[in-house]
């Protein structure tokens, strides 16, 4: 078998019944699916057990987050690849093919999806932002680029299954770094990210600015965590978490300027709102890393 997909879901039924049907729908390798409901009181599992294939297994636990999802389906894993993809991001015909082809093409890497944000997700100023964002990247980049030791977006990646260890996610005291955190072992090991530009993938996820916000707040917190596992001047200066990082965010990104910024919002139809988003997010992330210090 080629493949083992990991999907995570919590609580989306409807996005993770779309993002099982396109995976069952792929053609060019043989797969198995295997999603993990992690707690959800929808009917996620009742819609997944309408599936008739034998190449979907459901696994369900408590809710114990992503890291541990992720673990959980990886436990179940017999593929000689395994492939962790979120619930809302849904593969386009010829994805899994493009993802074999690079692991061939190169060898021992991490296959790295091409996903985009469709614009019918919609055109408000925060998402346009979000969206050439998240995209800017990959855009452009040729078939196997590297993408550097920050590419590694478990969202949509793909790696033998022969160099993880047993539960390879770490689990994290909220939001963020977890990938990173991974990424930085597979960094030492020699395995390098690169774009599967051919696996095009659509990120179905709607955002908001504030919950963005709350994402980078918790990034943040969450940083410490990562630098006490991982004591090295590489992560403190990546993460910001050193006393001269730190001093230096807090006089760029004072949150006493954020609150203001976000009590009066009309900044947002103007020219500079890309720079105004960016400041707000740094702000946050900021305040993040006060609050996580102590922890």
């Not at 994290?172 to 020699?190: D, T």
């Not at 943040?220 to 990546?238: E, I, K, N, T």
């Not at 976000?262 to 609050?291: H, I, K, M, P, V």
Request: aromatic share 10%; hydrophobic share 40%; proline share 5%.
């Amino acid at each position: 078998m080629d493949f083992s997909i990991v999907i995570p879901t919590h609580n989306r039924a409807e996005l993770v019944a779309r993002t099982v049907a396109a995976f069952l729908a792929q053609e060019g390798a043989s797969f198995e699916v295997i999603v993990v409901d992690d707690g959800s009181s929808d009917d996620t599992a009742s819609r997944l057990q309408s599936f008739a294939d034998g190449r979907l297994r459901l696994v369900q636990q408590a809710n114990r987050g992503l890291a541990a999802a992720r673990n959980a389906g990886f436990a179940q894993a017999q593929g000689r690849y395994v492939l962790f993809n979120d619930d809302d991001i849904i593969p386009e015909p010829g994805f899994l093919q493009a993802h074999l082809e690079l692991h061939r093409r190169y060898g021992p890497v991490a296959a790295v999806s091409r996903t985009q944000i469709p614009d019918t997700l919609g055109q408000d100023p925060f998402t346009c932002f979000w969206r050439a964002r998240a995209e800017s990247g990959v855009r452009g980049r040729a078939d196997g680029a590297l993408l550097g030791r920050g590419g590694y977006w478990f969202a949509s990646l793909s790696l033998e299954r022969a160099r993880l260890p047993a539960n390879p996610f770490a689990p994290f005291a909220g939001y963020g770094w977890e990938e990173h955190e991974l990424g930085l072992r597979l960094w030492v090991q020699g395995i390098r990210p690169r774009l599967a530009a051919k696996a095009r993938a659509t990120h179905e996820d709607r955002v908001n600015l504030e919950g963005m916000l709350h994402k980078f707040r918790s990034m943040g917190r969450v940083a410490w965590q990562f630098y006490r596992m991982h004591p090295s001047p590489q992560v403190a200066l990546w993460t910001g978490a050193n006393p001269l990082s730190l001093a230096l965010k807090r006089w760029a990104y004072p949150w006493r300027v954020a609150e203001r910024m976000l009590q009066n919002r009309g900044w947002e139809q103007g020219a500079r709102a890309g720079s105004a988003y960016r400041f707000l997010l740094e702000a946050a992330y900021t305040q993040g890393l006060l609050e996580g210090r102590g922890g």
